[in-house]
């Protein structure tokens, strides 16, 4: 198998344009990547890459060898699959990426059921708000809420998940309970934003009369992490716009407060993404149906 993991590690170099990154993604040393590179230049006789202290580019043969070690390993990886669907053992790694919010209230408690079934699947479970790249970070699943990006991977979608906007009961006493979104322009309010690096300016949607409508909100903090928001809306920093299920304990408890009740935030859809190829192995497919039924009960769940 010495060729097919020197072949793997080219594959995740090309893609990545990193030998450092290509060997943290297959849990080697940027040593060991290196020496699997070399060792396959040398079996082929060409130069894969042009290598400087910046950067790793292909070269012609490395282009041209890429399309056809890809096929190589979808077909090795075909027959693994096989393999493991016959013998009802299905076993790897399986790197999943979820939004904050979801991993936590939705995929991480179901782990442990999954892997009492499949023991011999080991989950990688990557937790973030902020966007992912399924093809350079890797991915095998990644879960989203909202609109899906365009991408050429499959998308599953598992729910339409309602939203709202909320806030601590003594962040309305002092400043009142707005009822529309266009109660929250001009400073009126603060608004707890989830931003990214390069966000410039920040718009909540929200189901008015007249149809969607986009309101330009702002407030004093934000944060790339919706736990922080929302500990930011408990300790009544302001007006923090989430998943119902999300934010449901807080609610039912009354340490929050829906808010523009007559222009609420659209739903938002809960989907899994997932590569064409790599959904058919078993693992992947397993994980996916698991997850898919578990998070669909939590969710009709009352509370």
């Not at 290196?34 to 490395?62: C, D, M, N, Y």
């Not at 718009?203 to 004093?220: C, E, I, K, N, Y």
């Not at 009354?254 to 078993?282: E, M, S, Y």
């Amino acid at each position: 198998m010495n060729n097919i993991n020197n072949i793997r590690m080219f594959v995740r170099v090309y893609e990545l344009e990193n030998m450092s990154a290509a060997a943290r993604d297959l849990r080697v040393s940027a040593a060991v990547a290196s020496a699997r590179v070399g060792e396959l230049e040398k079996h082929l006789g060409v130069r894969l890459f042009t290598r400087t202290t910046r950067s790793i580019q292909p070269t012609e043969q490395g282009r041209i060898f890429y399309d056809k070690a890809v096929a190589i390993l979808d077909a090795v990886d075909d027959a693994e699959a096989a393999v493991h669907e016959v013998t009802r053992k299905p076993r790897g790694s399986l790197f999943v990426a979820a939004p904050l919010g979801v991993g936590r209230r939705l995929i991480a408690p179901e782990i442990a059921g999954f892997q009492a079934l499949y023991p011999d699947i080991y989950v990688r479970l990557r937790l973030s708000d902020r966007k992912i790249d399924m093809t350079t970070e890797g991915l095998d699943v990644a879960f989203i809420l909202g609109n899906p990006p365009d991408s050429a991977h499959r998308i599953r979608v598992i729910a339409e998940c309602a939203r709202v906007l909320c806030a601590a009961p003594d962040y309305i006493a002092r400043r009142g309970a707005p009822e529309h979104g266009a109660d929250l322009v001009n400073d009126a309010h603060d608004c707890l934003l989830l931003r990214f690096p390069g966000s410039t300016e920040f718009r909540w949607t929200l189901d008015t009369s007249d149809g969607p409508q986009s309101f330009a909100v702002a407030g004093p903090v934000s944060c790339d992490d919706g736990d922080v928001l929302t500990q930011w809306a408990l300790d009544g920093r302001g007006i923090v716009n989430k998943p119902v299920f999300d934010v449901a304990d807080h609610l039912s408890a009354g340490r929050l407060v829906p808010v523009c009740r007559k222009t609420p935030p659209p739903r938002a859809q809960l989907a899994v993404l997932f590569p064409h190829k790599r959904n058919q192995a078993p693992k992947n497919r397993l994980f996916i149906d698991y997850m898919v039924d578990r998070i669909k009960t939590r969710l009709r769940a009352p509370g």
